[in-house]
């Protein structure tokens, strides 16, 4: 390898329904053994914190502030390790309650995100997000997040890479349901194939991290992957339905060496924007 190389660590974990003490610690010490194998960059699931639910009355009960004890508790595992943590939880702003993620690096918050498509009963719980898609500056490289059903939407992905991401990390709890199929013969679930096409049109790294099993009467796919941005699984699919913990070292600069494939082949340079462009907080991208 030559370029940047981080290690990047995938945490398959479920979170048990409202039990956030129990959950917080879960994720402190799984987050920590993936430290402890090297990563730099923890990626945790979506809603991990309170457990993947959708109940609002009884989230609004657990539900923190941004600067609340699960950031607090992320940035001190980060400056104790030197490295990021990226992972859900269940957040209050007033009366609203966000389907959030953030980054933590050892010098706190870095990037703070709301879930902007919200999928089946989340709709009844949570505010959409208004935070945007918000792209990172960190030691190893720029970063943007996004969460779980985000991915169905194309245009996610293409933002941040735009926005000069080179490795979106996404909390997920990928549900069977929405598909016909579970997994596929590798073990892949259709979300998971989904973060393949798209890490290798939008030349990106995608960091995926899924709850896995049953929990609280769903049942989620596991399947967490890290797709390079050729579209070639770096890491898993981890096993469908066990806890699983997995660390792979990439060299982030293939993200940019991705966006030239001949001289002739350019998927980012080819873009047709005097035909069609994508406009982003009034910026046309």
């Known amino acids: 390898m030559s370029g940047t190389v981080v290690s990047v660590g995938l945490v398959q974990i479920s979170g048990q329904p409202f039990e956030v003490d129990l959950n917080r610690e879960l994720a402190d010490r799984s987050a920590s053994s993936a430290f402890e194998q090297g ?3 923890v990626v945790l699931p979506e809603m991990i914190i309170p457990g993947y639910v959708a109940d609002r009355e009884r989230l609004m009960a657990i539900a923190e502030p941004i600067d609340g004890p699960t950031v607090g508790a992320w940035t001190k ?13 269940c957040e209050a702003d007033g009366d609203a309650i966000f389907n ?9 918050l870095i990037l703070h995100y709301r879930k902007v ?3 089946d009963d989340e709709k009844l719980a949570f505010q959409p ?9 960190t030691r190893f490289g720029r970063i943007g997040v996004c969460v779980c059903y ?11 890479a735009l926005n000069g991401a ?10 069977s349901g929405f598909d016909e199929e579970r997994w596929d013969d590798k073990g892949m679930p259709p979300q998971a194939r989904g973060a393949v096409l798209q890490a290798n049109l939008s030349q990106v790294f995608i960091a995926c991290a899924s709850q896995a099993g049953e929990h609280g009467g769903r049942f989620f ?16 699919p981890l096993p469908g339905s066990e806890f699983a913990t997995h660390v792979t070292e990439i060299e982030i600069s293939a993200a940019k060496r991705a966006q030239v494939r001949s001289p002739l082949i350019a998927p980012r340079a080819d873009r047709r924007t005097d035909v069609y462009q994508i406009r982003y907080q009034g910026q046309l991208l």
């Open 117 to 119: 498509h919200l999928f």
């Open 39 to 41: 990563a730099d960059i």
């Open 150 to 160: 985000d991915l169905r939407f194309v245009e996610v992905v293409r933002i941040m």
């Open 77 to 89: 595992l980060a400056a104790r390790v030197d490295g990021y943590v990226v992972g859900g939880f």
């Open 129 to 137: 997000g208004d935070l945007g898609f918000p792209v990172v500056e």
């Open 221 to 236: 796919l596991g399947g967490s992957c890290l797709v390079d941005p050729y579209g070639a699984l770096a890491a898993g």
């Open 100 to 108: 959030t993620a953030v980054a933590v690096g050892p010098e706190g």
């Open 166 to 175: 080179d490795m979106i990390c996404v909390p997920t709890a990928w549900l």
